[in-house]
């Protein structure tokens, strides 16, 4: 039996899946006798009873079911707060907030996606400033790694606590612990930056950067008592999990840019549209023989992303830190989490770049393994068309179409269209 087959059967073992099924087969069984036997079933079973069972059994499903689907909507709006705006007032005295006016956007997308915001006049272009600091503009910039393995990240006794809880907000989503390169700091001396590392786990980051707003039983929240405001702060004070992540975006041959719909099972952003490429620096990828990072290990671990993400083979470009990454930053919204963005160009097209993408993507459909993924459906934009958009912490807004999307993202493309004019 296949794996993620027996991994479903013992999920579900405990929830009604098999007294239900049981009981359709059961009720399947009489249908077909009293069908045979002109709708005669007396002597055999109490119909009343039975039916009693039957219906009180597939309600319990079914609300197990719709209680899935509730929790799994709502989830990330209860773990980090979602009212961006309210999230910049909080942190009102930092002063390196990426911000953005509308200035060449179309016309019908401005009207779209400011919309919702009916507080706003429609005759201005309005300035939008993000909950994301921007620490390092990277252009011209060289790179070292200062890594100590032998660090490891340990939770606050307050977290510590609340353990249960915090990680229970995660039950819809799909994690499993791991190794996590923790920035401890990271700073710039002329045209070098340095990043000091050390040791975390995944799931220290769920307890911590990722549940920064749920409410503990006593009503206090990670936020409330370690990042009240109106600083956020910088790492080297941070009592957070602070993993290395990274978001990115690739540009084809034929000048274009793939986005990704998010599924339903990623631990933030659920559904949401997000850059080419957004992920954790994975140990695996990143750690030498010896279990060092290095500056090479860290250029694997974005380009296996890329290929796990995109399909997109390491051969068909080049990647370095120098000339790739374009910012440093941090992630208010999950309590500053250290964040670099790149961007490079692909030596291959549109067309192959999706094709090599739904391939494999149905392959892997079609044997329940998709553990690698964070979606799989691409949406495409036309460099010399980014700044059409309309770009805003919450939404974004693409031929017509309106997306959610995260202040990590949408702050990312802002940073991106202010790097390619540099380009000019």
């Known amino acids: 039996m296949k ?66 689907i509730v929790g799994n909507k709502f ?33 019908e997308a401005y009207k779209i996606g400011i919309k919702s915001r009916l507080d706003k006049d429609l005759s201005e272009r309005h300035k939008f400033k993000f909950p994301v600091i ?18 490891q990240y340990h939770l606050p006794e307050e977290i510590k606590e609340h353990y249960d809880e915090l990680i229970n907000i995660h039950k819809t989503s799909s994690i499993f612990n791991q190794l996590t390169i ?38 206090l929240s990670n936020r409330d008592l370690f990042a009240y405001g109106p600083w956020l702060g ?38 949401t549209l997000a850059n080419s490429v957004g992920a954790s620096l994975k140990t695996k990828y990143a750690l030498d023989d010896q279990f060092n990072l290095t500056i090479d290990g860290l250029v694997n671990g974005i380009k296996k992303e ?12 080049i990647f370095s830190l120098e000339d790739n990454i374009i910012s440093l930053y941090r992630d208010i919204v999950e309590g500053g989490k250290p964040q670099l963005l790149f961007y490079v160009k692909i030596d291959i097209t549109k067309e192959q770049i999706n094709n090599t993408f739904k391939k494999e ?21 036309k460099r010399d068309e980014l700044k059409e958009l309309f770009i805003s912490p919450d939404t974004i807004v693409i031929q017509k179409k309106k997306y959610s999307i995260m202040p990590t993202a949408s702050a990312s493309i802002v940073m991106l269209i202010n790097y390619l004019k540099q380009e000019i």
């Not at 921007?134 to 393995?149: A, G, H, L, V």
């Open 3 to 68: 794996k993620k087959i027996k991994e479903f059967i013992f999920k579900y073992h405990d929830k009604g899946l098999f007294e239900g099924c049981f009981s359709l087969i059961v009720l399947l069984a009489i249908g077909s006798y009293a069908y045979i036997n002109k709708g005669k079933v007396e002597g055999i079973i109490d119909l009343t009873i039975f039916f009693s069972v039957f219906v009180a059994l597939i309600l319990n499903l079914f609300t197990g079911f719709i209680s899935r």
């Open 75 to 107: 989830e990330d709006s209860i773990k980090l707060e979602t009212d961006y705006d309210k999230m910049v007032k909080r942190y009102s005295e930092e002063k390196n907030m990426v911000t953005y006016i509308n200035s060449e956007c179309n016309d």
């Open 134 to 151: 921007q620490d390092f503009s990277c252009k011209n910039t060289t790179f070292r790694i200062i890594d100590n393995k032998e660090r």
């Open 182 to 219: 923790r920035v401890k700091n990271w700073e710039r001396i002329e045209n070098t930056v340095f990043i000091y590392t050390e040791r975390s786990t995944y799931y220290d980051a769920m307890v911590s950067n990722r549940a920064m707003d749920l409410k503990w039983s006593n009503g």
């Open 234 to 271: 910088g790492l080297e004070n941070s009592p957070f999990s602070n993993h290395l992540g990274f978001n990115g975006f690739i540009e084809s041959s034929d000048g274009e840019i793939p986005f990704v719909r998010r599924n339903s099972i990623v631990s933030i952003g659920k559904r």
């Open 306 to 317: 890329i290929q796990d993400e995109l399909k997109i083979d390491p051969n068909d470009y």
């Open 361 to 381: 993507i149905s392959r892997k459909k079609s044997t329940w393994n998709m553990q690698e993924e964070d979606g799989n459906n691409l949406v495409w934009v």
